[in-house]
C-alpha cells in the first residue's frame, strides 16, 4: 500500500463512513461503497432494513456531504489508500463489502490492500454493476474526458438519477463536482492483473438489462477471486438493486450468513406488491418441510461379486429393457455402471438444490427432504447436497442440462422450473466388467434377486432381433433454417462479438424406437469414449459420447479434458477417408478451429489447477468416432489447493466444442438462435463417488426422447471462415452416428398403433 504524504493526517474512520442506524453491538458490519458520483444516502434504506445483528455503514468519499470542504480524490490508488486505512477500525468483527459499480472497483481495490498487510481482512465481497478488471483492461473506459454535458448524458443513460434532477441548473452544480472527480477515478483505472488473486470469498451482482456489464463477464471476475461464489443476476438495468432493494439485501445477508455464523435471520420480506416476478434467493424454510430433517446414520452397501459370462455392455442393456424404473448405464471404454432406482434423488434448481431420501428412515410423507440454497453457486450447492447423502462410498448417477451453464455463466435462468441438473444414489447398482459383476445393494434381502436378473440379462442380452430400421431425414429437415442461423452467426463474429458457436439442429424420429436395442446397435457401430442409456427424471436417451467435458479422479485430483474440433466423414472406404484425414490437417478452418478449442480449455485448467501442473498431453492427433473423424488433443492438470472437482467442472462446462468462445457470449447467442432449451444436449451424462472422483460425458451423437416427443441433433461449429453449406454437411455427418441404428420398437404393428401415432405426430411437429 502506498505511504500516506508526509505532513498529512491519517483519515478519520468516523467521517469515512456514515452509521444511518447505529447499532454498536451488531454482531456483522456490512460496508458500502456507492456509484460514481453517489451519495451515502445511496444505502440508506439497506441501513433500515438490515436485521438488529447487522450494522450497515455507507462510504463518505472526499468532497461530499459533510466532507465537502475536502478536494476530492481524483485517481484509485490515492482513494482506496485512504479508504483502507479508514476502514482498519471498523474491522472488529465479521464484515463485508459491498460495493456497486465505481464502488465495486474501489472495494475490490480494498480488499486487496487489506489483504496485503498484517491484521483483519473483510469476510466476503460482493462486487455488483462493475466489468471484471480483465474487461476494464480491455475496453478503457472514456469517461476521465466527459465535458459536463457528457456526463449529464452518461447519468441519463444508466437511470440512477431522475431527470428532473439533472434538468435542474442547481441540482446539477450540485452533482457535477463529485461526478468529474469520480470520472476520473473510473477513466484512468487500470486495474493490476499480475497481483495474486484475493483470497477474500467474492460474489458478482449484475442487472439484466445493464447494457454497460455483460452478464456473461461476470465469471471472469473468477481471475482474480481464488474463492470466486459465483454470479446472480437479477432483473433490471445498471441500477437494478434500486428496484426491489430488499431482495438484494436479502440475498446480500444470506450470503454473509453462509460464510460466518453471525447473522442469523434474513431481512425482513418484502412489503406486498413487491413484484412476484423479481429474483430471489431460496431460503432454507423456502421448501416447507426437511429443513429441520435429521438423516439417519449413514449405511453402507451390501455387495456380491459373481462370475459373468455375458458381454458387459449387452448386460447392462438387458437389465435397462427389463427394468420398470428409472434406471442409468454409463460405459467406460468397456466398463459399465448401470444404476436403477433412487435412494437419494439430487435435483438441482437455479435458486435451490433439493436432496431426497426414497429409503428407510423417511418420513410419514414418503421421504425426508433438504433444501441447499443456491447461494455459493449452483455446483457448490450440488456437492453439499450430496456430502449430505447419509450413504458410505456412494455412486452417484445422473445428468446436467446445458442450460446448467447459464448460472455458471451469469446468464438469466430459463423461465419455469425445470431441473438444471438430476443425480440418484441409485437403491441398486451394478458394475460389470470383463468376466465379473458386482452387485450392489442398500437392501440385503434384494441381492438374491438382483443376482437373478443379472445372470438372466447376461444370457438375452445382444439380441436385436432384425434388421429394420427407423428412418429420419437427417439431409433436408430444417435446412434452411440451419443454413440462416449460421450465416447469421458469421456476422456476429465478423462484428467481433465472439470468436466461436456451436450451432444445432433437431430431426424429429417419427415411429416408435426401442432405445436399448437402438443403444446395442449404435454402440456396435460407434466408438465412443463414453456411451449411457438413460430414462431418469423425464428424459430418456441413448448416446455415444465422442468426447468427456471432464474427467476428475479423486485420489490423485488429476483434472482431464479432451476437446474435439474439426470433422471430416468417416465412410468405410480407406481410401477415402485417408484422404478426408489429411484435409483436416490442411483446412485452415478446422486447425483454427481446434487450436482455438484448446487454448480455451488450457485457461480454463490454469483457474482451478496448479499452473505448472496444466500440460497438452496429445496435440491434434485424430479420432475416429462413428461415422466422423475429429481433430482431437487431450489436456490435464491436477487441482490447486482449496480446489474441488466441482470447481473442475464449472471451469469446463459447458464444453467449448458444445458451446462458444467466449463461453458466455456463446451460450447467449445459441439461446437467441435455436428454439427453446437445449436439455440434455451437449449436456452432460456423469457419474460422481464419494471420494471427489467425477467422470461427465458430453451428450452429443444421442438419441433423446422428452415428454411424449423423440428427436436427433446435431451441431457444427462455426467461426469466421465458416460457409452455412459446409456446416449444415457436417451436421449431417454426425447424425448418420445415430440415424442409422434406430431399431423400431418390435410391440408396435406396421402402420403403428393409435397410441403410437399420437406420439409420432408430436415428434414430427418438432422443428429444429
Known amino acids: 500500500m502506498a505511504e500516506r504524504p508526509r505532513g498529512t493526517r491519517a483519515p478519520d474512520p468516523e467521517a469515512w463512513f456514515r452509521r444511518y442506524v447505529p447499532r454498536p453491538g451488531a454482531a456483522a458490519r456490512l460496508v458500502c461503497f456507492g456509484p460514481a458520483g453517489g451519495a451515502p444516502a445511496f444505502y440508506r434504506d439497506w441501513a433500515r432494513a438490515a436485521p438488529a445483528e447487522v450494522e450497515v455503514l455507507s462510504a463518505v468519499l472526499p468532497g461530499r456531504e459533510s466532507r465537502v470542504s475536502e478536494p476530492p480524490l481524483t485517481s484509485m490508488t490515492a482513494l482506496a489508500d485512504t479508504a483502507t486505512a479508514a476502514l482498519v477500525p471498523w474491522l472488529d468483527r465479521p464484515t463485508v463489502l459491498f460495493g456497486h459499480s465505481m464502488g465495486a472497483s474501489l472495494a475490490f481495490e480494498v480488499t486487496r490492500r487489506l489483504e496485503a498487510r498484517p491484521g483483519p481482512r473483510p469476510t466476503a465481497l460482493f462486487v455488483s454493476a462493475r466489468p471484471s478488471p480483465r474487461r476494464l483492461r480491455e475496453f478503457p473506459s472514456p469517461v476521465a474526458d466527459y465535458d459536463d454535458e457528457a456526463i449529464v448524458g452518461y447519468l441519463r443513460e444508466r437511470g440512477g438519477t431522475p431527470d428532473a434532477l439533472l434538468d435542474d441548473p442547481g441540482v446539477r452544480e450540485l452533482i457535477l463536482p463529485p461526478c468529474r472527480a469520480d470520472f476520473q477515478v473510473i477513466g484512468r483505472y487500470v486495474p493490476d ?134 434406471h442409468v448405464l454409463y460405459e467406460d471404454r468397456g466398463a459399465v455402471g448401470w444404476a436403477e432406482g433412487a435412494h437419494a434423488r439430487v435435483t438441482v434448481h437455479p435458486d435451490r438444490t433439493v436432496l431426497a431420501l426414497h429409503g428407510p428412515g423417511r418420513d410419514a410423507a414418503g421421504g425426508t427432504s433438504r433444501v441447499f440454497p443456491t447461494d455459493g453457486g449452483v455446483l457448490r450447492t450440488l ?29 438469466p435462468p430459463v423461465p419455469g422450473d425445470a431441473p438444471l441438473a438430476h443425480l440418484v444414489v441409485p437403491a441398486r447398482e451394478v458394475r460389470l466388467d470383463a468376466g465379473t459383476a458386482l452387485l450392489r445393494c442398500l437392501d440385503p434381502d434384494e441381492l438374491d434377486a438382483l443376482e437373478r436378473r443379472v445372470r438372466s440379462a447376461a444370457a438375452l442380452g445382444g439380441a436385436v432381433g432384425g434388421t429394420a430400421r427407423v428412418t429420419v431425414d437427417i439431409e433436408q429437415h430444417g435446412a434452411d433454417a440451419y443454413r440462416a442461423s449460421v450465416a447469421a452467426a458469421v456476422r456476429e463474429i465478423h462484428a467481433a462479438r465472439l470468436t ?61 479434458a479432451q476437446p474435439l474440433a474439426g470433422t471430416r466423414a468417416l465412410e468405410g472406404d480407406p481410401e477415402g477417408d485417408h484422404g478426408r484425414r489429411a484435409e483436416l490437417y490442411r483446412d485452415a478452418k478446422e486447425v483454427f478451429e481446434h487450436a482455438m478449442s484448446v487454448r480455451l480449455v488450457a485457461e480454463e ?129 454426425k447424425l448418420r452416428s445415430v440415424s442409422g441404428f434406430l431399431v423400431p420398437a418390435a410391440d408396435v404393428p406396421p402402420g403403428g398403433a393409435r397410441g403410437a401415432r399420437d406420439l409420432d405426430e408430436q415428434s414430427a411437429a418438432l422443428t429444429g
Open 193 to 326: 492483473l499480475d497481483r495474486p488473486r484475493i483470497d477474500t470469498p467474492l460474489r458478482v451482482l449484475l442487472g439484466a438489462l445493464d447494457r454497460g456489464v455483460p452478464v456473461g463477464d461476470g465469471g471472469r471476475w473468477e481471475e482474480v477471486a481464488a474463492r470466486f461464489r459465483g454470479t446472480r443476476v437479477f432483473a433490471g438495468g445498471h441500477f437494478y438493486l434500486l428496484d426491489d432493494p430488499p431482495w438484494v439485501l436479502d440475498h446480500v445477508l444470506r450470503a454473509l450468513r453462509s460464510e460466518t455464523a453471525a447473522v442469523s435471520a434474513p431481512v425482513s420480506a418484502p412489503p406486498p406488491g413487491a413484484p412476484r416476478g423479481t429474483p430471489r434467493p431460496a431460503g432454507p424454510t423456502d421448501s416447507g418441510k426437511g429443513s429441520e430433517a435429521v438423516l439417519t446414520q449413514a449405511r453402507a452397501h451390501h455387495e456380491r461379486r459373481i462370475a459373468l459370462t455375458g458381454e458387459p455392455l449387452n448386460t447392462a442393456a438387458a437389465l435397462s429393457a427389463t427394468s420398470r424404473e428409472e
Open 383 to 411: 456437492d453439499r447436497a450430496l456430502a449430505a447423502v447419509p450413504v458410505r462410498n456412494w455412486r452417484a448417477y445422473g445428468w446436467a442440462a446445458f442450460e446448467l451453464s447459464y448460472p455458471l455463466h451469469g446468464l
Open 500 to 560: 466461436k458457436v456451436i450451432l444445432s439442429r433437431t430431426v424429429p424420429v417419427t415411429s416408435p424406437v426401442d432405445l436399448p436395442a437402438t443403444y446395442v446397435e449404435g454402440r456396435r457401430g460407434n466408438d465412443p469414449a463414453r456411451s449411457f442409456l438413460l430414462r431418469l427424471g423425464g428424459w430418456e436417451a441413448a448416446g455415444f459420447s465422442p468426447e468427456i467435458v471432464t474427467r476428475v479422479t479423486g485420489d490423485d485430483r488429476v483434472v482431464t
Open 605 to 733: 485448467l490454469h483457474r482451478v489447477c496448479a499452473p505448472e501442473s496444466v500440460t497438452v498431453d496429445d496435440f491434434m492427433s485424430v479420432k475416429e468416432r462413428g461415422s466422423v473423424q475429429h481433430l482431437a488433443s487431450r489436456l490435464s492438470g491436477t487441482l490447486a489447493p482449496g480446489r474441488t472437482a466441482w470447481d473442475a467442472v464449472g471451469a469446463l462446462f459447458p464444453a467449448v466444442t458444445a458451446s462458444g468462445i467466449p463461453k458466455a457470449e456463446g451460450c447467449a447467442l445459441i439461446r437467441r438462435s435455436e428454439h427453446g432449451p437445449r436439455g440434455l444436449y451437449s449436456g452432460a451424462v456423469l457419474t460422481v463417488d464419494a471420494d471427489g472422483t467425477i467422470d461427465a460425458a458430453l451428450v452429443l451423437r444421442s438419441v433423446y426422447r422428452h415428454e411424449g416427443r423423440t428427436w436427433l441433433r446435431a451441431g457444427a461449429g462455426v467461426v469466421a471462415h465458416s460457409t452455412p453449406e459446409r456446416e449444415l454437411e457436417e451436421t449431417r455427418e
